[in-house]
């Protein structure tokens, strides 16, 4: 059974002149930036560009030189694979600049993003998926509760605006999850010139745009042959929001959707993912549950399931999960006071949602178990 690190290991070999930029190399790059660069490689422009090599060593030189979890969920899996692209010459070709870091608490935003120069003269503009800290998953909250409209899509339309301004060549946008959705959210949002000169664009696994609208939009279709929008065989994260349905199915060494988000199960068929002809049960019930959600729930009931789970971060008073885990007692009892003390409209509002949640569920359970399930395309056509 093969995953990405086998891909580095058995294909790095190969430069990039030999084998062009892939969707197995979007993978291996998505995965690797969860591991901090920022802490190797400056956040401005104007520094001149590090061998990507070069940050690695760094970076593993500052944490120790042992192989470490980034988070209590980014398994220390992730620091391995980035050591094992640091080693191969496909990737030690790389130069990496404007490693950067936003961090604010209110408004939540985590935002991470990086340049990469490709050895071919192209440019790759990662964008960072949600990280430990309970700061980047109530970001993720506020993305579902607040129609996508966060700091972190800004930030990234004027990351990329200065990356085109001040480098030529073709450029390639990819990020995992959050990473994924602001991607797209950037592409899609970009000025003409710049969207000329994006050859491709990855979003792995990240939740749709804000509305279904986009999908019948001159600029979705412009960009559509160069969208490379992937996903696990059952999809969870990735079937929140307006998504479309011009995905590519991967199979997953792990069997829940929620496991299967983290891309090191993504399993690999020699040097190419092992794709799959369509999304399992589990993951077209996902599918129907969150378009339920998005076109009949009352905005005020997303609203107040936010604002809970905003106000029971703020409680446990953690910046991060692993820090959750070392704190768990004063952590749960914290969580505990901040939702007890929530407004009972907000409670009622709650119970409501998880009424609705529950009835959601077993009607597209019961879709998906008759074959009725349709596609997205299908059911807007409705």
């Known amino acids: 059974m093969a995953h990405v690190r086998d891909y580095v290991n058995n294909y790095g070999n190969v430069s990039f002149t030999e084998k062009p930029f892939c969707d197995e190399d979007n ?3 998505c995965m690797s930036f969860y591991m901090p660069l920022d802490k190797a490689v400056s956040a401005s422009f104007d520094d001149e560009p590090v061998p990507f090599k070069d940050a690695c060593d760094k970076l593993f030189a500052l944490r120790g030189n042992k192989h470490k979890p980034v988070g209590l969920v980014l398994v220390k899996g992730i620091s391995k694979l980035l050591m094992d692209m640091s080693r191969q010459k496909r990737y030690s070709e790389i130069k990496v600049i404007a490693c950067t870091d936003n961090f604010n608490v209110k408004p939540a935003v985590q935002f991470n993003a990086a340049t990469y120069f490709l050895p071919t003269g192209q440019i790759l503009v990662l964008f960072r998926g949600t ?9 993720d909250l506020d993305i579902l509760a607040f129609d996508g409209d966060v700091p972190s899509n800004q930030l990234a339309l004027d990351y990329l605006k200065e990356v085109a301004e001040r480098f030529e060549g073709d450029i390639i946008v990819a990020g995992h999850s959050k990473g994924g959705y ?5 592409v899609l949002n970009s000025p003409k010139e710049i969207r000329d000169r994006i050859v491709a664009y990855y979003n792995n696994d990240g939740p749709g745009l804000a509305s279904y609208d986009y999908l019948s939009e001159g600029v979705y279709e412009e960009m559509l042959p160069r969208y490379h929008h992937l996903i696990p065989k059952s999809s969870f994260i990735g079937m929140m929001l307006s998504h479309d349905d011009d995905y590519l199915v991967v199979n997953s060494s792990k069997i829940t959707g929620a496991m299967q988000h983290d891309m090191l199960t993504w399993k690999f068929k020699g040097d190419k993912l092992d794709i ?3 999304i399992t049960k589990a993951g077209k019930i996902a599918d129907l549950v969150f378009y339920d959600i998005r076109t009949t729930y009352p905005k005020e009931q997303i609203a107040a399931t936010e604002r809970a789970i905003g106000a029971v971060f703020e409680g446990i008073g953690q910046r991060g999960l692993l820090d959750v885990k070392s704190h768990l ?5 914290g969580g ?8 009972k409209e907000t409670k009622d509002i709650l119970k409501a949602t998880t009424k609705s949640a529950k009835k959601s569920f077993k009607q597209a359970s019961k879709t ?5 399930y349709k596609k997205v395309a299908e059911r807007l056509g409705e």
């Not at 998906?368 to 009725?372: D, N």
């Open 27 to 29: 993978v291996a790059l």
């Open 131 to 139: 990280d430990d800290t309970l700061t980047g998953w109530k970001e």
């Open 182 to 186: 602001v991607s797209q959210y950037v």
């Open 276 to 278: 799959m002809d369509d």
């Open 329 to 333: 007692g004063s952590s749960l009892k």
């Open 336 to 343: 505990k006071r901040a939702f007890k003390e929530l407004d």
């Open 368 to 372: 998906v178990k008759r074959g009725e």
